[in-house]
């Protein structure tokens, strides 16, 4: 480890701030693990000669957030021009060489297929104070990253596909990310391997739409659920999951394989947006209410014990008080566990921007609360379920809060949800899988006492 002063004189120092989804978390920790390889020093902000902001522009409110971090930024800096400032992600891809104002200290765009490279330009621009670069282009196929070795825990997140080519009428992601592009398979295992005999046990595997995996022209015609029996056989594997799937995509195969693929947890985010069939028409969806209930139905044939949690907009253009309560109404019907929900926001470029008949923010606001009100009803009744019940979970880590005398460690179980798990030990137990009885329901998560042997 550098001390602070070796960090200054060499001036390897990084800081990365990351806003956004998984795939971004994800982005985050390869740029972070390859900085590492090449000599720098992970700092807080203060002592950061690079920083970091890898960006999210899906809604609006992500977006003023990054607009505040960069001040936040120049404020802690004092607008160092010395101090290499990083924009990466969705907002660096929309927003291009805006980003580069005379004061900026702004001098590296990093668009999605541009991230591969991202390590080399920061090391150039350290040492060309003068320059800036950009790397937005998107590439016509899937950009391979160079292996890192870096420890990441015992979930190894391994990016199988990158961009979109649904264009959702909402949806910033295939302008920002660019159309689909499905990574090799070979790749995909390799890197799945390396996590594996790394300390890994659990895979999940990313991208914005990963069962339209090699649905495009870019990869070798592997399919979704071959690609999941394939992962699911590598030694060392003990759970599997995937995020995020789109509805229409789903077919019976990837369905089945919550049937017969023992390491695949009975848990799936579908994202369903809306449960009315005028509004999901008009979202660009391909799917009806109709639809989306028996694909919840077909997926607890194959896995009875399957969970199931979602994405909702409120308030998109033209979502009548109707419309809104068909969604409550399907939300009651899959018991979704959780759902992210939001209130639409006009992206620039979208289909959903031009609509005319835009709701009103208060009446989007009142539908929200509406919907969370319906959801923490929901969580609060299927966590209570479980209490008494005895399962498996993967700890990850400590908990964030410790009991005086013993030590907690917090886990999921194969449903994805939070697990709190007291020890009396002192020990790592990081990666191990624990038996575990359910004792307590919390608002999102569950508390549980020992239940047999770690292994
Ligand atoms: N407004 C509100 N929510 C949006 N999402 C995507 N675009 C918008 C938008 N313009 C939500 C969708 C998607 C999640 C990642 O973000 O629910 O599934
Ligand atoms: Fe956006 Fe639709 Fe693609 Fe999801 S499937 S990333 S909502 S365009």
């Not at 104002?101 to 060309?128: F, K, N, T, W, Y």
């Amino acid at each position: 480890m550098l001390a602070v002063a070796d960090v200054a004189m060499n001036g390897k120092s990084f800081h990365i701030i990351t806003f956004g989804c998984q795939m971004n978390a994800n982005d985050s920790w390869w740029l972070a693990s390859s900085l590492a390889e090449r000599g720098f020093t992970r700092t807080g902000l203060e002592d950061a000669r690079v920083v970091v902001l890898n960006t999210c522009s899906v809604r609006e409110k992500p977006e003023r957030k990054v607009a505040a971090a960069l001040a936040e930024v120049r404020r802690v800096t004092g607008g160092d021009p010395g101090v290499l400032v990083v924009v990466a992600g969705c907002v660096a891809q929309q927003m291009g060489e805006k980003l580069f104002s005379p004061e900026s200290q702004v001098r590296l765009l990093v668009g999605s297929d541009g991230l591969a490279r991202a390590p080399e330009a920061i090391e150039r621009l350290l040492a060309e104070p003068q320059e800036r670069c950009c790397l937005l282009d998107f590439s016509v196929g899937y950009e391979e990253r160079k292996a890192v070795r870096a420890a990441a825990g015992p979930v190894a997140q391994v990016n199988i596909i990158q961009g979109c080519d649904n264009f959702c009428a909402y949806c910033i992601v295939p302008f920002t990310r660019g159309r689909q592009k499905s990574r090799r398979a070979e790749d995909i295992l390799e890197e799945c391997r390396a996590r594996l005999d790394g300390g890994a046990r659990e895979i999940l595997l990313l991208g914005q739409n990963v069962n339209a995996y090699n649905r495009d022209r870019q990869g070798d015609g592997t399919s979704f659920a071959s690609l999941l029996e394939r992962v699911a056989t590598l030694p060392g594997l003990v759970r599997l999951r995937y995020v995020t799937a789109h509805p229409r995509d789903m077919r019976p195969e990837d369905v089945a394989a919550f049937g017969n693929v023992p390491a695949l947890c009975p848990r799936l985010h579908l994202p369903l947006q809306s449960g009315s069939d005028n509004v999901l028409k008009r979202m660009g969806r391909k799917y009806d209410s109709r639809t989306f209930l028996d694909l919840a139905r077909r997926l607890r044939e194959a896995r009875p014990d399957m969970a199931l949690s979602t994405d909702i907009i409120a308030g998109f253009p033209g979502e009548s008080e109707k419309d809104f309560e068909d969604t409550l109404a399907i939300m009651e019907t899959c018991e979704f566990v959780s759902s992210f929900s939001f209130c639409y926001s006009d992206r620039p470029g979208t289909r959903a921007a031009l609509m005319p008949d835009k709701t009103a923010p208060t009446v989007s606001l009142e539908r929200l609360s509406r919907l969370q009100a319906l959801q923490d009803a929901l969580t609060r009744r299927l966590l209570a379920d479980r209490v008494g019940r005895k399962t498996d979970i993967l700890i990850e880590g400590r908990s964030r809060r410790q009991p005086p005398g013993k030590t907690s460690w917090r886990g999921r179980d194969p449903y994805g949800v939070v697990v709190n798990l007291v020890l009396e030990g002192q020990g790592d137990y990081t990666g191990k899988m624990a038996p575990v009885l359910i004792t307590r329901a919390k608002r999102h998560s569950l508390a549980a006492e020992p239940a047999g042997d770690m292994w």
